[in-house]
């Protein structure tokens, strides 16, 4: 989302957002002279909370949470938020006031931030900065709807730290040829596309490249990164497991979107299918049992258990860092199991690696 601050030196209002490179700032206005303290942080702090719920439809699209036309489910009260933006600009011009009766408060998180800017706004009372503001809100809407539609120019380039369980057909194809140009990864991954997608996109790379190295080392395909952890440590569970899923016969969509969908949920507090974690917890006493380990090697399996497989504040970004690091690992693998030097070694994996992905493209999304 945009961050909102008050540049008190310059009496400046100014937003700021991230680019997957570090963050960028810009002036929105220079605040009139009658202007206090306590309003200008008012107006930077309830327009920061009108971009958090803004681009909280974006990160928790409708077409997520099921059905939009089932009245009062989760996904018809997301769409419902998203339908909210045309109300944001009444809010800021005609706000709910006090009354002798109380104040109006809305259930939306989109239409109550932007009647709090609006009551800030007309204590105000100053038309220019009605207007200034307005066209910032207006140019944030705009890049959520951008980002919508696979565009991340511009202020929706934030969207590339964000995670969502939807992807862009278009990003994933992006993000593809990033991957056959360079299979091991490149910093544009994170810098210029959503990461969901391209996490899409890394997902068909690693199972490719595991194929390759699996054949060199005469490993099976979903123990290669487990196999090449012995070499150089690694990020071995989340590349494995979604390897375990592809093999299986899911898409790279279905498998990260789903671990992208358990990360989130538990971010909001939420247990995802409770009662697969109990299965999973079963298998750690299982194994503790077979393998006959003291109760402090028990305990410390069970510390270890994890209720999400990703980071549940940047579970997108989590998830495509373990997928590169699975594709270097499916390099170290092959490396050892091969007699080339080190600049010839990489140049003949991703060339074997580009075949690979070419003998299943369909497998893409």
């Not at 989760?74 to 109300?87: G, I």
């Not at 210029?192 to 899409?200: F, G």
């Not at 899923?245 to 279905?254: D, M």
Request: glycine fraction near 4%; proline fraction near 5%; charge should be negative.
């Amino acid at each position: 989302m945009t961050r909102y601050a008050f540049d008190a030196d310059r009496a400046a209002l100014v937003a700021t957002w991230a680019t997957g490179r570090g963050d960028l700032a810009q002036t929105v206005a220079t605040l009139p002279p009658q202007v206090t303290t306590d309003q200008a942080t008012d107006l930077a702090s309830n327009l920061t909370t009108l971009s958090r719920f803004q681009w909280r439809t974006y990160t928790h699209p409708a077409s997520a949470a099921g059905d939009p036309d089932v009245p009062n489910s989760e996904a018809w009260r997301r769409a419902e938020e998203r339908r909210n933006f045309k109300e944001v600009e009444a809010g800021l011009r005609n706000p709910h006031l006090p009354t002798d009766e109380g104040l109006l408060v809305s259930y939306s998180g989109v239409v109550e931030s932007a009647h709090r800017i609006g009551r800030t706004l007309h204590d105000i009372d100053h038309a220019a900065l009605l207007e200034t503001v307005a066209a910032e809100v207006r140019t944030e809407q705009e890049a959520i709807e951008s980002a919508e539609r696979g565009d991340l120019s511009g202020r929706a380039r934030q969207a590339v730290e964000l995670s969502r369980p939807d992807v862009s057909p278009a990003q994933v194809h992006a993000a593809d040829a990033l991957l056959r140009n360079d299979p091991l990864g490149s910093i544009e991954l994170f810098t210029e596309l959503d990461p969901a997608s391209a996490s899409v996109a890394a997902a068909h790379w690693l199972y490719a490249a595991a194929e390759v190295a699996g054949e060199a080392a005469n490993v099976a395909t979903t123990d290669v990164v487990a196999e090449a952890d012995d070499i150089e440590a690694l990020q071995v569970e989340t590349p494995t497991l979604v390897l375990e899923r592809l093999a299986a016969g899911e898409t790279p969509t279905e498998v990260v979107l789903d671990l992208i969908a358990e990360a989130m949920a538990v971010h909001e507090g939420r247990v995802p299918a409770p009662w697969s974690l109990v299965a999973r917890v079963a298998d750690i006493e299982a194994q503790a049992h077979r393998f006959g380990v003291d109760a402090d090697t028990r305990e410390a399996m069970l510390t270890s258990f994890r209720i999400s497989r990703l980071d549940p504040a940047r579970p997108a970004l989590d998830l495509l860092e373990d997928l590169l690091d699975g594709i270097r690992g499916c390099l170290l693998l092959y490396a050892a199991h091969t007699e080339h030097d080190d600049a010839e070694t990489e140049s003949r994996f991703a060339e074997d690696v580009r075949l690979e992905a070419d003998a299943d493209p369909e497998d893409l999304l």
